[in-house]
């Protein structure tokens, strides 16, 4: 998966947020549990997949990488702190 | 229309808007409008917590251990604690209830305002166990001009709101002249008021209540009142679950997806709304002067928690939609996330309740060949 100008490869962590804390790119996070919205992420290309059911309202392109783990080589936004 | 508690008339509740359409009559979710504030509710379920359960023995020995302006700094933060959620555990159902239209709205309300009395009642807990005479605290959660001062800001549009819809409910909509004093109960004027309080409503839960569980968690950081922050811990998990609500609701409204006149109302607002945050922000810098008057505690301090302030400040104003206010920082306070994040509550089974624990869960997505090369 590609972060910036990062690639690297996705280990499976138990979520994309741990898999990139594990290259220690810095993600923002909360609850880690799918409810606060705080981890929420831009999917520029690639599919990812839900392991749990999120409750935040997302734009189309938005993921939630606590609760999510890449299904396909993608590419991701993370947004400014 | 006066609010009725059960409504008579036959009608299809997925059509109805948020606030102001019909009054619920049967609480129903098999068909829902919005399924988020189910998984809400179900999630606030399983969050179900006492404040028994934590124990609190070691935090008595470790508050009389403290220097005087650590006392000051943690009381005065308890006060605002209590004091916050003395407003939250009341006023959703009192201001929201009586002109909700979604059986699961209306629900999610009376839960989300439970759990709030639940966390009440852990500040009564807390501070049974570290002093010996409580009135001391609480009585001056009234008294203290700095915590008056802030719960006339977090409770006047609540206040507004009710007196409004109070008096629509007797004399209709429209503009009503009570001993000489007109109140605008237009349902245009009522909808601001509504959208302004939602916003008020995250304010409070967004960003003054996660500055005071930066205190709180700042002492449990140097391994003191470490049962305090496991309840406080517990309390924020519940209210990244109501902050989500609110979030929901404002952006839900102000899109127009509702009822397409909260669009105009959102638009209308948007300048009073942003003024509600930055007075917020603007207030909670001048508590964190005041918390540490008498001095500063190991890793905090007011300048530190200003600076916490202004960027919890940013993630929220840009959550509901608008631009950020002050300039783009890092978090001050990276070690908050840790204390923030569900996963890590730490407590032995025995002890709590677990969030993915549910009582009757049972997988059920057995197949017929399941057992196929099962021998006896």
Not at chain 1, 46 to 64: R, S, T, W
Not at chain 2, 354 to 362: A, E, M, R, T
């Amino acid at each position: 998966m590609k972060v910036g100008n990062n690639t690297f490869y996705y280990q499976y962590e138990p979520s994309l947020l741990d898999s990139l804390e594990a290259q220690e790119i810095q993600a923002p996070y909360n609850c880690r549990a799918g409810y606060c919205g705080r981890c929420k992420v831009r999917l520029l290309t690639g599919e990812v997949k839900y392991l749990d059911e999120g409750m935040v309202d997302l734009k189309e392109e938005e993921i939630l990488t606590c609760i999510c783990v890449p299904k396909t080589h993608i590419e991701i936004e993370i947004p400014e702190d | 229309m006066s609010y009725t508690t059960f409504n008579p008339k036959s009608f299809d509740s997925t059509k109805e808007p948020m606030f102001f359409g019909q009054n619920v009559n049967v609480a129903r979710y098999d068909v829902q409008r919005y399924p988020i504030f189910e998984k809400l509710i179900e999630k606030q379920l399983s969050f179900f917590w006492r404040p028994e359960e934590v124990d609190l023995s070691t935090d008595r020995k470790d508050f009389i251990d403290m220097p005087e302006h650590e006392k000051h700094i943690f009381l005065s933060n308890l006060k605002y604690q209590t004091l916050l959620d003395s407003v939250q555990g009341r006023s959703p159902n009192v201001a929201f209830l009586p002109i909700v239209s979604i059986p699961e709205l209306e629900t999610w309300l009376e839960t989300w305002a439970f759990s709030e009395t639940v966390h009440s009642r852990s500040y009564t807990h807390i501070i049974r166990n570290i002093v010996t005479d409580p009135s001391v605290i609480f009585d001056e959660i009234v008294t203290n001009p700095e915590i008056v001062k802030r719960a006339e800001s977090v409770t006047r549009l609540y206040d507004e709101l009710i007196r409004l819809t109070s008096i629509q409910n007797v004399h209709g909509y429209g503009v009503h002249t009570i001993d000489d004093v007109e109140y605008d109960c237009t349902l245009w004027n009522l909808k601001c008021k509504v959208y302004l309080t939602m916003v008020s409503v995250n304010v409070l839960e967004a960003i003054r209540f996660y500055v005071s569980f930066a205190c709180s968690f700042a002492f449990a950081e140097r391994a003191i009142m470490e049962g305090n922050a496991k309840i406080i811990k517990l309390i924020a998990r519940d209210e990244a679950l109501h902050l989500t609500g609110t979030q929901y609701i404002i952006n839900t409204l102000g899109s127009g997806a509702d009822d397409e006149e909260f669009k105009e109302v959102a638009a209308a607002c948007r300048e009073e709304a942003i003024a509600l945050f930055a007075e917020a922000a603007e207030q909670e810098k001048e508590w964190a002067k005041y918390l540490f008057r008498d001095g500063s505690m190991i890793g905090l301090n007011a300048q530190i928690l200003s600076e916490y302030v202004e960027y919890i400040t940013n993630v929220r104003v840009q959550a509901v939609g608008f631009e950020e206010i002050f300039p783009a920082r890092q978090n001050p306070l990276p070690w908050m996330n840790a204390w923030l994040s569900s996963d890590n509550v730490q407590v032995a089974p025995q002890e709590s309740e677990i969030s993915s624990y549910l009582v009757g869960q049972i997988d059920n997505s057995l197949e017929d060949g399941d057992f196929d090369d099962f021998d006896f």
